[in-house]
Every structure is written in C-alpha cells, then in structure tokens.
C-alpha cells in the first residue's frame, strides 16, 4: 500500500490574526462547519480537491471569516479577493487575483485548473467566472455592516487535505488587507508562497503578512523542510523569519503520510483538524489550547 492510502486526514484554518472575545465562538463554529463539508467528501471517498474547495466554500460564505461575503475593504471601499487551489497528483494549479464580485473565488479557481493559465487577476477573473458559470453576484452583497464600520484586521482562510487515494490537495481564499491600495495581491494566489501541494512531500496552506510571506517564498521552504524534519517544525522555521519583516502568520500541513501539523506566531490561529484515526475532529485558537 503506498503512503496514504486508505486513510484520509483535513485541515482548515480561518486565519492567523488576534481574535476577539466575542467572535471566539464564530471562528470555532465556522471552523468546525468547514472541517465537516470536507470530512464528509474525504469520507465518502472523494477527491482531496473537492474537500479543500467545499471547505473553503463554507468559510467564503460565513462573514466571520476574511473570505468572499464578510472581506475586507480597500481604501476605495471595495472588495478585491483571491483564491488558489492546487493538486499534489500533477501540479495543477487554478488561482485568481483582485476578483470581484463572485461569492466563491476558491471555485473560479478551481474552474481554471484544466486552463493553461494558472494565474487570472482583475476584470479577467470576472469575465472568466462569467464564461464558466460560476456563481456572479452585486459587489454589495459581499459587504458586511462591520467592514463598513471599522477596518478590523482580518486574514486569509485556507485548507489542506489527503484522499483515500493518497492524493492531496491545498486551497486558499481571502479578501484582502483592510484598507489595501486597489490591485494589490500578495502570497494567496502565488504558488510556493501562500500555498503548495505535491503528492511526493506534502500540502500546506499559509496566513499572515502577505508581502512578507511572498517575500520569503515561505511555501516552498516548508515543502522542503517537511520530509527531513516533518509537517509541523517545517513550517514553524520559516515562518519564525516574519517577524523580522514586520509581519506575524500561521500555516497548516499535512505530509504525505497523513501526519497533520500545525503553528503560528500570530496572537490567535483557528484552526480544525481530523483524520481517518480521529474522525471527530477538533478546533483550536491558538497552540495554548492544543
């Protein structure tokens, strides 16, 4: 039996950033709707790409969390995402950048995976979302009452996950930095940056200091790292380098074995995990509570 096979294992995160009191309870149950559209593919046999996207769907459509409905604003108040979904079987990747109004970025990036393009930013995204059929919307319908209030800090969502076949798969999605010059686009739709998958090593997703973490190429040190000294110091060595450039952040992993690893250095990282071996599962703020 190749390594993989026969088990499953998930991963969700709805960002490294500081939680306050009264959205604890939001991030915990957001998480843990997610971790369940995911489990429920994985255990039914499906596909590591269909669990990450149905994952990070929920996690778009919940306004707790930095991603589709609820994202952030940018100094011109308007919302500008990006999504990225990637296979560990063949490399294929499906990424968009400042997309605007669509409600699940993650599945227009899933829709440009058989594309020759990995990467569609600005109104093309748009018109590549309108073409495929995925599912449009007015950019208003995006915005919460508390994005207009107040710029809060907010962070990407992501998740990671094995199949029963043994692949993996990894999916980003977020709404941007708070108050952001229009257009910009850091680590979440960059490959080798904000996410990577590769069925020989493992698949991992980041959150944090954008521009730093695409600076640093943090994803590919991870994938590096993880096969001599496993899922959750590898990301902890790079990710210890952000503080250094002003920045903070969190990542989950999963190698190829299913092992599932975890970090941060921001003040609070939700987080959810469950596997073929803990098929229950459990959610986490941050390494305090694990």
Same mark, same amino acid.
């Given at each position: 039996?190749m390594?993989?096979?026969g088990?499953?294992?998930l991963?969700?995160?709805?960002?490294?950033?500081?939680i306050?009191p009264d959205a604890?309870?939001? #991030?915990?149950?957001?998480c843990?709707?997610?971790l369940?559209a995911?489990?429920?593919v994985?255990? &039914?046999g499906?596909?590591?790409?269909?669990a990450?996207e149905?994952?990070v769907?929920?996690?778009?459509?919940?306004?707790t969390? #930095?991603?589709?409905?609820?994202?952030?604003?940018?100094g011109?108040?308007?919302?500008?995402?990006?999504?990225?979904i990637?296979s560990g079987?063949d490399?294929?990747?499906?990424?968009?950048?400042?997309?605007?109004?669509?409600?699940?970025?993650i599945?227009?990036?899933?829709?440009?995976?058989?594309?020759?393009?990995?990467l569609?930013?600005?109104?093309?995204?748009?018109?590549?979302?309108?073409e495929k059929?995925?599912?449009?919307?007015?950019?208003?319908?995006?915005?919460?009452?508390?994005?207009?209030?107040?710029?809060?800090?907010?962070?990407?969502?992501?998740a990671?996950?094995l199949?029963t076949?043994? #692949?993996?798969?990894a999916?980003?999605s977020?709404?941007?930095l708070?108050?952001?010059?229009p257009?910009r686009m850091?680590?979440s739709?960059?490959?080798?940056?904000?996410?990577?998958?590769?069925?020989?090593?493992?698949a991992?997703?980041?959150s944090?200091?954008?521009?730093?973490?695409?600076?640093l190429?943090?994803s590919?040190?991870?994938? &590096?790292?993880?096969?001599?000294i496993g899922p959750?110091?590898?990301l902890?060595?790079p990710?210890s380098k952000?503080?250094?450039?002003g920045?903070d952040?969190?990542?989950?992993?999963i190698r190829?074995?299913g092992?599932?690893g975890?970090?941060? #250095?921001?003040?609070?990282?939700?987080?959810a995990?469950a596997?073929?071996?803990?098929?229950?599962?459990r959610?986490?703020?941050n390494?305090?509570?694990?």
């Open positions: 039996m390594p993989g096979q088990r499953w294992a991963a969700v995160h709805g960002g490294a950033k500081l306050a604890r309870e939001g #991030n915990r149950r957001g843990l709707a997610a369940a995911g489990r429920t994985l255990t &039914r499906g596909s590591a790409i269909d990450v149905a994952a769907r929920i996690l778009e459509a919940d306004p969390f #930095n991603a589709g409905k609820g994202s952030a604003l940018t011109e108040g308007e919302i500008e995402m990006c999504a990225a990637m079987v490399l294929a990747v499906g990424a968009v950048g400042v997309i605007k109004a669509v409600r699940h970025p599945s227009v990036a899933r829709l440009l995976m058989p594309e020759d393009e990995i569609v930013a600005g109104p093309g995204a748009r018109r590549f979302a309108a059929g995925a599912e449009l919307c007015d950019p208003e319908e995006l915005v919460v009452e508390k994005q207009r209030r107040e710029l809060a800090e907010h962070d990407t969502v992501g990671v996950a199949d076949a043994g #692949n993996l798969a999916a980003t977020t709404g941007g708070p108050g952001a010059k257009g850091a680590d739709a960059l490959p080798g940056c904000g996410y990577y998958a590769d069925n020989a090593i493992g991992l997703a980041l944090g200091k954008g521009e730093a973490i695409a600076r190429a943090i590919s040190e991870v994938i &590096r790292l993880m096969p001599e959750e110091a590898a902890e060595r990710l952000l503080p250094h450039l920045g952040g969190g990542g989950i992993a190829k074995d092992a599932i975890w970090w941060h #250095n921001s003040p609070h990282f939700a987080v995990t596997s073929a071996a803990q098929p229950a599962g959610v986490w703020l390494k305090d509570e694990a």
